[in-house]
């Protein structure tokens, strides 16, 4: 290896579930479903199968709505009805258990009578795989991460001038936010490029595989939640395919040191050198304290990152100021007064993104980290 790369190993615990999609759902109509488990059979297996059967023609109308088939028929009365048995034996697939599933928060109604929507199973967003059918974290994914984190380090050690927010439009905070990433990131100066040209970005110089395959039994369903600082929770009708926690993913991550015109980032050996301590350091300033009002217990400092969707507004910006973050979320989300709220409660965002697995509550996107030097 050249003298000016240098790997390191990072690794990551899953301290919540983690979610990093393919883009794809599955329908009711695409899985069986169980009080503990869903199971998802090899769709094409499982047509030749009921097409030997002789019941290709209400499968048919099943999966595209037509016939006698209704809308909303789920795969588990088809199957009944058909007198199909399924099973990962005869049609492969794969199953992954269930975590708690909550109902929605109490409301009025239009009547004046207190309503609480239950929660069943609908659309399961996918965890991204690779071509075996195994989950697996992109190198990409915890590059941005990884990214978030450096900016969000620097805005948070100025604590004297704090990065302010201009503006009240979504345009302005977005154009704010892309400003500040070329100033602080643009640095390399190569030859025949322009200072804001995306070649000159220091992180060109990291590179960060893809982990190797996990196993689809480390994946859980799980249900996003939201729960206020009064720690009401609030179940959602949104479904995803997550790693549980307690799964480990492992990481390769090469900086190229050599001369920024070159390419290189000499100061991206001391930034991954580092970079357990700056962590806990964006956690203790950004997160920790943050989430505990939600917990009502000791903030939980240490090396934390939050990864993947559904992981909150937090891991996603570097605004450090809670009242730019209610300005930033008002302009979003303008049914929502994030402002007046976030005044009377001292919090923003005004929810944590949290799901349940057992009796136990757990952070979307919460992992350990660790890292070092790799041969």
């Known amino acids: 290896m050249s003298q000016y790369l240098k790997p390191f190993e990072l690794t990551l615990r ?29 769709m094409e297996r499982l047509y030749a199968d009921v097409a030997a059967q002789g019941k290709s023609e209400s499968f048919e109308e099943f999966m595209m709505n037509t016939g006698k088939a209704q809308p909303d028929e789920r795969f588990n009365e088809w199957i009944a009805e058909n007198g199909v048995k399924v099973s990962p034996k005869n049609h492969g697939g794969y199953g992954v258990k269930i975590g708690s599933i909550v109902p929605g928060r109490a409301h009025r109604g239009r009547d004046g009578q207190m309503i609480q929507e239950q929660r069943q199973l609908n659309d399961i967003h996918s965890f991204i795989k690779d071509v075996l059918g195994n989950p697996y974290v992109p190198g990409s994914s915890v590059k941005g991460m990884l990214r978030s ?11 004297a001038q ?3 927010v ?24 190569r030859p025949n490029t322009r200072p804001q040209d995306a070649v000159n970005d220091l992180f060109q110089a990291i590179r960060v595989t893809d982990s190797p395959g996990l196993r689809t ?27 549980a926690p307690g799964t480990s993913i492992s990481l390769r991550v090469v900086v190229d040191t050599s001369p920024t015109a070159r390419g290189g980032w000499p100061a991206g050996e001391r930034f991954l050198e580092t970079l357990s301590d700056t962590v806990a350091f964006v956690n203790k300033a950004r997160y920790a ?9 000791d903030p939980q400092f240490g090396p934390i990152v939050y990864l993947g969707g559904g992981a909150g507004y937090r891991s996603k910006t570097f605004v450090t100021q809670q ?21 009377d409660l001292g919090v923003s965002p005004l929810v944590l993104k949290l799901t349940k697995i057992g009796d136990k509550y757990y952070e979307m996107g919460q992992c350990e980290l660790s890292i070092r030097r790799a041969e």
């Not at 480390?218 to 997550?242: A, S, T, W, Y």
């Not at 304290?289 to 217990?297: G, L, P, Q, T, V």
């Open 162 to 164: 704090p990065v302010r």
């Open 14 to 42: 899953c301290l919540g579930p983690v979610f990093i999609g393919s883009g794809e759902k599955r329908t009711p109509k695409e899985y069986v479903a169980s009080t503990s488990m869903v199971y998802f059979p090899d």
């Open 323 to 343: 009242d730019d973050m209610a300005k930033v979320l008002d302009a979003q989300f303008p049914k929502i007064k994030h402002v007046a709220k976030t005044r």
């Open 149 to 159: 984190i450096y900016l969000q380090s620097l805005v948070h050690q100025r604590t």
């Open 217 to 243: 039994s480390d994946l859980l369903i799980c249900q996003k939640m939201d729960v206020n600082v009064h720690g009401k929770p609030d179940g959602l009708p949104l479904f995803r395919e997550c790693l």
């Open 166 to 189: 201009p503006g009240h439009q979504t345009r302005e905070h977005r154009q704010y936010g892309e400003r500040f990433e070329r100033k602080e990131l643009r640095k390399s100066g």
């Open 289 to 297: 304290e943050y989430a505990a009002k939600y917990w009502d217990d």
